[in-house]
């Protein structure tokens, strides 16, 4: 069983950045780590996600060059480095660990097993 708690959400500025961390209290070291967002009233979207290993990425177009995913399997924890923000990128935001998460359906969310309560990011303009 696995349990993931996020942090780090709060009010920013557009153009500002924001650190978001999720800390796992199992290990996760053998699972993708994923981050979606979603707003009320919408469909949870796809952010980003990061292999086991921590070699390979993936993004939303909308965030890509914006928004950098890490891990640190020691510490059992995944980050969302967020810059440049915009207005849009308001939303809560959740972290994700799949066992059996693949390259070819990273983004669907109903392949992850394991999903943090969110975290509330407000960027005002």
């Known amino acids: 069983q696995v349990q993931l708690v996020e942090s780090g959400g709060g009010l920013v500025q557009a153009g500002g950045s924001r650190r978001l961390s999720c800390a796992a209290s199992?290990?996760?070291?053998?699972?993708?780590m994923g981050w979606f967002r979603q707003a009320p009233g919408k469909d949870r979207e796809f952010v980003a996600a990061?292999?086991?290993?921590?070699?390979?990425?993936y993004y939303a177009d909308s965030v890509k060059g914006r928004f950098t995913i890490s891990r640190d399997n020691a510490q059992n924890t995944v980050y969302l480095q967020m810059d440049s923000l915009k207005s849009e990128d308001t939303d809560g935001y959740y972290c994700?660990?799949?066992?059996?998460?693949?390259?070819?359906?990273?983004?669907?969310?109903?392949?992850?097993?394991?999903w943090g309560q969110g975290t509330q990011v407000t960027v005002s303009s």
């Open positions: 990061i292999t086991i290993s921590g070699r390979t990425t």
């Open positions: 994700a660990a799949g066992r059996f998460v693949s390259s070819t359906d990273y983004y669907v969310q109903n392949t992850y097993d394991y």
């Open positions: 199992g290990r996760t070291s053998s699972y993708m």
